[in-house]
């Protein structure tokens, strides 16, 4: 189970941190991967980040200067941050993971999310 | 990038298809959203072919060429969504949405 929380406004050119509180399985498991998914109003699906096992990380090329995902042992939680926000930035920020057990060896081996948090509103306005 | 039909529209009891289409899908395995208004996406459709436990065995999946399709039989009201393919792209490492497809059940 996933949910994320965090402030729900942010002003334009500060930093949006998030945190998605996992239950069920750790955060560093070799068996679970992880990831962020945003999606602007009204507008499709937008790939954030994955986490996977060991710290490997992969991030949106579009945010990557912007971004850094990391694992929080202690709470067994996600977090994102994300710097220097506009308007653009305004989204339902989801949590996402894969919880299918087995061995993942990376993205190339398995890559999709069959677990997802509720999602949390950030808007960003002055 | 991934294309998707804007909308598709289907009346109960029939077959919808949903379409994704990249010129360089090649061999990236294609993975298949459900998301209701208001609500997280739901995985539907894993690996081109395969189907979370539990899901309804109305939804199917294939590919051809550099398309891939989800198919729903036997459309019922519920099924009404907005679906969104996903790939990874292992050449600049990166995971990619489509464009996503407004499904109404008419």
């Known amino acids: 189970q996933l949910r994320e929380s965090g402030p729900r406004l942010v002003t334009p050119a500060e930093t949006l941190s998030l945190s998605c509180h996992v239950s069920g399985d750790s955060v560093t498991g070799s068996g679970n991967y992880w990831g962020w998914v945003r999606q602007s109003p009204g507008r499709g699906l937008e790939w954030i980040g994955s986490l996977y096992y060991r710290g490997k990380m992969y991030y949106n090329s579009s945010l990557s200067s912007r971004l850094t995902l990391s694992t929080r042992t202690s709470g067994n939680q996600l977090a994102l941050s994300l710097t220097s926000v506009t308007a653009a930035d305004t989204a339902i920020y989801y949590c996402?993971?894969?919880?299918?057990?087995?061995?993942?060896?990376?993205?190339?081996?398995?890559?999709?999310?069959?677990?997802w948090g509720r999602g949390i509103l950030v808007t960003v306005s002055s | 990038v991934l294309t998707q039909p804007p909308s598709v529209s289907v009346a109960p009891g029939q077959t919808a298809t949903i379409t994704c289409g990249d010129n360089?899908?090649?061999?990236?395995?294609v993975h298949w959203y459900q998301q209701r208004p208001g609500q997280a996406p739901v995985l539907v459709f894993l690996d081109d072919f395969h189907r979370p436990a539990g899901f309804p065995e109305r939804f199917s999946g294939s590919r051809s060429g550099d398309t891939a399709t989800l198919t729903i039989s036997r459309v019922e009201a519920g099924d009404e969504a907005d679906y969104y393919c996903q790939v990874w792209d292992s050449t600049s490492d990166q995971s990619v949405f489509g464009s996503g497809t407004q499904f109404t059940v008419l």
């Open positions: 360089n899908i090649g061999s990236k395995r």
């Open positions: 996402a993971a894969y919880t299918l057990g087995g061995t993942v060896y990376g993205p190339d081996d398995r890559n999709y999310f069959d677990s």
